[in-house]
């Protein structure tokens, strides 16, 4: 399990039965820190929040979304 903190920049919800969203959690260029995590928790772009849950690295789910590294089913709590 990982945990780790960011700003929520990206949120969609119900996507394959599960909400998505992109966090960044450093100074870095736009889109360099960017970490996805799949929950089932509901938050709004600008929320910080504090993320808990599977970091999974070479994932594929077909039709050219790959993630390098992603958190799935997270428990979120906006902070």
């Known amino acids: 399990e990982l945990l780790t903190r960011g ?10 039965g599960t909400n998505w969203l992109h966090i960044q959690d450093g100074p870095g260029a736009a889109g360099s820190d960017d970490l996805t995590v799949t ?6 772009v600008g929320d910080s929040v504090s ?29």
């Open 7 to 16: 700003e929520v920049v990206k949120f969609n919800a119900g996507i394959m």
């Open 39 to 44: 929950t089932d928790a509901t938050v709004a």
């Open 51 to 79: 993320v808990r849950g599977v970091l999974v690295a070479d994932r594929d789910f077909g039709h050219g979304y790959v993630y390098e590294l992603i958190i799935e089913g997270a428990q979120v709590r906006v902070e």
